[in-house]
């Protein structure tokens, strides 16, 4: 592979769906197989051999891959398949890779078996009153069922569940729900059922066959790093797409989750959804309308979704949020207005400025590949016509994007230097460098980061740190000093593709970030405390290591830092705001995260455990709702920003909106409170 040759893609997460399946029966598996493995051997930056740590760690993704649940196997089907756990590397040497026929087709007969159960479950009597349970523990692992008779007992359990909670959707009153149950059941029933079957018949319309070794594949690449992945033609196209600035499209990105949802995974920054403000990440989609079609979402594979959305400019999304409200969205393809709205300048206090930074993404189509770095240079120079004192650039949520619109943001902030070191597997180091003198603005800056900041920027925030030239607040970082290339694995493109790690990056200090995060100067409260976020939670993950430093860097002098830092760090103990974040943190780590209680199968249990989860929920963001009202900041937008929406009354409604959200953040209000700090002690 020749260096500088290629396009490197710097993202964070992308989640591949297995259900996304392209019968590869004309393909040999083993050339698969081999194939895949010679173009991570020449092209991945750590490449592992082919030994019985492979087998044993390809084994455990590719078991966990097929069965993630652990609810269609059992653990007698687990024992005929750890026969083949120490075997793998010899199978794929010998060129005998029969051993995958085994898996699709005990798990093709696993599936009908569910079916087989699930559909004389309509016909059973189902016990709503019995002393059964159902468990609850953040800290024992779920394990297979013993046989198939544990296995079913789980299974009609599940579907009582999940029966009880859609009662429980029904009114919100506990004695109108029991006067009226077994009516209710009568009707929720079969639905339940039927999805379940759906979910299961879903997985038997694709190519089992193809989905098994598709997975197996997977596993390979995996095994190299959690970033590298396999893709078969399908999957390669919609993560392409997914990159594209330029297409029309609604601006989310939908997957199905466990239970059959289809669930918005991602709001591109500046599109549809995200001018229009009413659909949030995680919100599930229930239905699609358009015109006189209608899509309902009830066991829908993502094919078809993906189908309707692309041949439909205009749709009502009707949708349901985390709270359990129900609302219709109507949004019209468009273009994304990234450029236009996303990187947009705003003064806060008559004195300060704030840029939101959603992605370093890059126009590959401009004539000289500007993107982000040359848009967040406008902004600046309109807030440098306001007067401002110092700047705000806020990172969180941004999961990566372009290393090169990364460095040129740095350089416009340093005099000159080297702003990072990139290593690939067999060559020496590369530092890139800023060589243009000056900067575009001098004055103090404030980095906000959180733990979904990756990748890119992690880049920007690190030099910007170790140069001196802004303080990092927020939470550590994502941790991921990587970055990804798509490579086909065949001259044959049937053969499929793969996403490689080819790069890391490390800090102008010599230092890499990877899995351990930039860490701020100041660490501020957030809802996400002890998610377990980052790519240090990932299984074989790359190391944190040091390399050597060629070009040395000279550090900025900031007057009175550790002074601002100590103010800030005694302001967070008695903020309220900050505060009341870490109890909304602690209540929902406690009752939807670190679980550890059971629940009796009968609706009066599950009722009054699922409202009073819903009831405290809602009273605490009731509280920080109104709690966030006071002491509002002051929030204008530039005098040139002005000129620009005064024309646009869509624009200027969704400006209204971001002015609010800015001025009740208590991130960004201390964040400023930083930049006062730098004033009055300067």
Known sequence: ?????????????????????????????????????????????????????????????????????????????????????????????????????????????????????????????????????????????????????????????????KIIYKVTEMDSTLTYLQKNFIDFEKRIKEAVIENEICLLEELLNHDIISRTKEQFLNAIAHYQDPNSVFFNFY???????????????FGIAANKNEKGDIVITYIEPGGAAFLDQKMETNDVILNLTSGKTSLNTNCVSIE????????????????????????????????????????????????????KIPSFYIDFESSN?????????????????????????????????????????VGMFINKGPITIIKQNSTDPITVKDFKRGSIFSKPIVIIVNSFSASASELFAGAMQDYNRAIIVGSTTYGKAT????????????????????????????????????????????FYDDFEIGEQYESHTLKSDSIAVSFQHTPLEFKNKEAILK??????????????????????????????????????????????LFEGWEALETSFNELKKTD???VTNSESTNQIIQFNDEDTEYNKLVLVEISTDFHIKEALNILTDYSNLN
């Open 304 to 355: 078809n979704i993906t189908e309707y959305l692309n041949q439909h400019d205009t749709i009502v999304f009707k949708v349901k949020n985390k709270s359990g409200g129900i609302l219709d969205v109507k949004l019209t393809k468009s273009a994304s207005k990234i450029e236009e709205n996303s990187v947009r300048g705003y003064v806060l206090n008559n004195d300060y400025g704030y840029i």
């Open 483 to 526: 970055a990804q290339l798509i490579l086909p694995i065949h001259a044959d493109m049937e053969f499929g593709f793969s996403k490689i790690t080819v790069e890391k990056f490390y800090r102008i200090s010599g230092k890499s970030h990877q899995s351990t995060g930039v860490v701020p100067d100041v660490i501020f409260p957030s």
């Open 567 to 612: 103010n800030s760090k005694n302001r967070i103990l008695t903020d309220k705001g900050f505060q009341f974040l870490k109890k909304m943190n602690a209540y929902y780590l406690k009752n939807f995260i670190h679980l550890n209680y059971s629940l009796r199968l009968n609706l009066k249990n599950i009722y009054e455990h699922s409202h009073q």
């Open 235 to 249: 999957e390669k196209e919609v993560f392409e797409t997914a990159l594209s600035t330029h297409d029309l499209s």
């Open 1 to 161: 592979m020749k260096q500088l040759q290629l396009v490197v893609i710097f993202f964070t997460i992308f989640v591949t769906s297995s259900q996304h399946i392209v019968s590869q029966k004309g393909t040999d598996f083993c050339a698969q197989i081999t194939a895949l493995n010679a173009v991570l051997k020449e092209n991945h930056y750590n490449a592992k051999p082919i030994d019985d740590a492979f087998s044993k760690a390809v084994y455990e993704l590719f078991i966990n891959a097929l069965d993630p649940e652990k609810i269609i196997f059992t653990k007698d089907d687990i024992e005929i398949f750890n026969k083949d756990k120490e075997h793998l590397d010899s199978y794929i040497t010998q060129n005998n890779c029969s051993f995958i026929d085994k898996y699709s087709t005990l798990i093709k007969t696993k599936i009908k078996h569910r079916m087989v159960f699930l559909s004389a479950l309509k016909n059973k009597k189902l016990r709503y009153n019995s002393l059964d349970s159902i468990s609850y523990s953040a800290t024992k692992e779920f394990e297979y069922s013993k046989n198939s008779e544990t296995l079913d007992t789980y299974w009609d359990k599940k579907i009582r569940l």
């Open 369 to 409: 590949n500007q993107g982000l770095a040359n848009d967040v240079a406008k902004e600046v120079y309109k807030l440098k016509k306001e007067n401002i004192k110092g700047l705000i650039l806020d990172l969180r949520y941004n999961g990566g994007g372009s290393m090169s619109q990364a460095s040129d943001l």
């Open 632 to 634: 509002a900041l002051s």
